[in-house]
């Protein structure tokens, strides 16, 4: 009863301290992180500890299954080498120079226990970098590539972090050891995900039910992780393949309440998620920071030295990486150059989360299996501080260098002409397909329908107007509103009299509530 109860006064806590985020205007995962570190000063408050095996199968596999779905493919597709040259070329990078680095200023730790560090480190977290990019308005590219880059560099992390664990403990290990183990896992990975995505799209192509539809979305990640790590493949790459896959289809595969009602459904989870996590991330700290048994003054030293590295490695591969790879005709052609505040902005968003976190819980102790002695507790204290540090020195400060250096896109104007150029496309095919099965209907209610797609067309284009004059869909949806408002009260009151039963009640208000919350979502 007691650990229900502590989760619920944890969800309490997360759903409040997002609610002052956002009303204060910070970025949530750091605003809870801070309550989790001050309330684990309060007295009688219950600890906390976070197994990385909930994180890595209960936690991470739906957050990276619904970016999956919300990241669109065709624009995965076309910035995926600069998303592979940071998923992968500069985690490896960055996981082998803080390695060597700390090897160095620590010489009676093993090489390999400091580039699992390094792995550890390397990843920056998708929740917090791409909230913040959508908050400020980054160009559509650049969220893009933090996306990706978020979803595949967990997969190079992880197994990084094995292959040095397997080393710590004695295992041989040598470049080819580790090219075949990355390709391994992760050519399985993809296999995995691809059946496993093939699969779902079946189920939810027969399934007419929008309760089984949202039942088997929140089962789908977690299946494919536990088949992936059963088998030995990369259950990252599995669970980001299986929502590509689904996202791209969700359209064709899905009725419309079904995605409605999922997208509501995942929002909440996500929601939850997030918060609960980086809650318990500060709740977290204190006990980590008081397990240390290393010198102040090294603490501090090897701390920054770790975080300074992240910082300048990940500069100094931006811009090679982003101009560089231009001197091939074909890239040059295929991509515009993009301005030197581009990069820079990448460079900085750069925060760690939810993968640094679990992947330090996973180092072993010493003495056991054969694990040479080395400073677990200060690695584990280290990643927990690149985790605070990113947060609060990138997190807040990331959106006034995009102001700063002019890294932001109005493309309000460029959607609203698309939209209505596609719009029109779309009305054309819809009175076709009235004029084609009209026959034997009233006249009334073609002339209805033919209303309601001209009525359609004609928002898309007003958005392409002057904000300053009410336009006509606007006075529409403000006095339908009204009028709904209206006849919400009189079934209200009709139910309150016992004119009427709860069940035509909720009938009714859920039939003025889509069609309100369609108004709200044509005026966005």
């Not at 595969?253 to 318990?280: I, K, N, P």
């Not at 209907?441 to 009525?455: M, N, T």
């Not at 919350?517 to 966005?524: A, C, G, K, Y």
Request: charged content about 20%.
């Amino acid at each position: 009863m007691e650990s229900i109860v502590d989760t619920v006064v944890l969800v309490a806590i997360s759903v409040v301290g997002a609610a002052l985020a956002r009303r204060l205007g910070f970025v949530a995962p750091l605003v809870l992180l801070v309550a989790g570190l001050g309330l684990s000063y309060v007295p009688g408050f219950p600890e906390a500890h976070l197994e990385p095996e909930l994180v890595l199968i209960g936690i991470l596999p739906p957050l990276l299954y619904v970016a999956a779905l919300q990241t669109s493919v065709p624009a995965f597709r076309h910035a995926l080498r600069p998303i592979l040259l940071l998923a992968v070329g500069l985690v490896l990078l960055s996981a082998f120079v803080i390695g060597f680095a700390v090897h160095w200023m620590i010489p009676q730790a093993p090489l390999a226990a400091c580039v699992a560090l390094g792995a550890i480190v390397a990843p920056p977290d998708a929740v917090s970098a791409t909230a913040i990019a959508r908050q400020i308005g980054l160009p559509r590219r650049v969220v893009t590539i933090l996306e990706g880059e978020s979803l595949l560099n967990d997969a190079t992390a992880l197994v990084l972090v094995r292959v040095s664990v397997g080393a710590l403990a004695g295992a041989a290990v040598g470049f080819w050891e580790i090219a075949g183990e990355v390709a391994l896992k992760a050519g399985g990975g993809i296999v995995i995900g691809m059946i496993a995505a093939v699969g779902a799209a079946k189920l939810h192509k027969w399934i007419e039910d929008s309760l089984l539809d949202d039942a088997v979305s929140l089962l789908t990640p977690f299946v494919v992780v536990i088949v992936a790590e059963e088998l030995g493949a990369s259950s990252v790459v599995a669970v980001v393949i299986t929502g590509l896959y689904l996202g791209h289809r969700i359209p064709y595969l899905l009725s419309a309440t079904s995605r409605l009602q999922m997208d509501a459904v995942w929002r909440l989870t996500t929601f939850l998620l997030e918060g609960v996590v980086f809650l318990l991330v500060g709740l977290q700290l204190r006990m980590v920071v008081d397990s240390i048994e290393t010198s102040m003054a090294t603490t501090i030293s090897v701390t920054s030295l770790v975080f300074g590295l992240l910082l300048a490695v990940r500069f100094l591969w931006m811009y090679p990486a982003t101009y560089l790879a231009r001197l091939i005709p074909r890239v040059r052609n295929r991509e515009e150059r993009p301005p030197i505040a581009v990069p820079t902005v990448i460079a900085w968003a750069g925060m760690r989360g939810v993968v640094t976190l679990a992947a330090a819980q996973t180092l072993p102790i010493p003495g056991e299996d054969g694990v040479p002695d080395y400073p677990r507790e200060l690695f584990v204290f280290i990643a927990f501080a690149i985790i605070v540090l990113t947060l609060l020195v990138q997190g807040t400060t990331l959106p006034a260098l995009a102001r700063r250096l002019g890294v932001r896109e109005d493309t309000s104007t460029q959607d609203a002409l698309a939209e209505a150029g596609i719009q029109h496309a779309a009305s054309r095919a819809a009175l076709e397909a009235l004029d084609e099965n009209a026959d034997g209907a009233p006249a009334s209610v073609v002339d209805r329908l033919r209303g309601l797609v001209e009525s359609r067309s004609n928002n898309a284009w007003e958005r392409l107007g002057s904000q300053r004059q009410e336009t006509p869909s606007a006075a529409y949806g403000r006095l339908r509103r009204e009028m709904i408002r209206a006849e919400r009260h009189v079934f209200k009151i009709a139910r309150n009299e016992g004119r009427i039963p709860e069940e035509v009640l909720v009938r009714a208000q859920r039939e003025l509530d889509l069609e309100e919350s369609q108004l709200r979502r044509s005026e966005e």
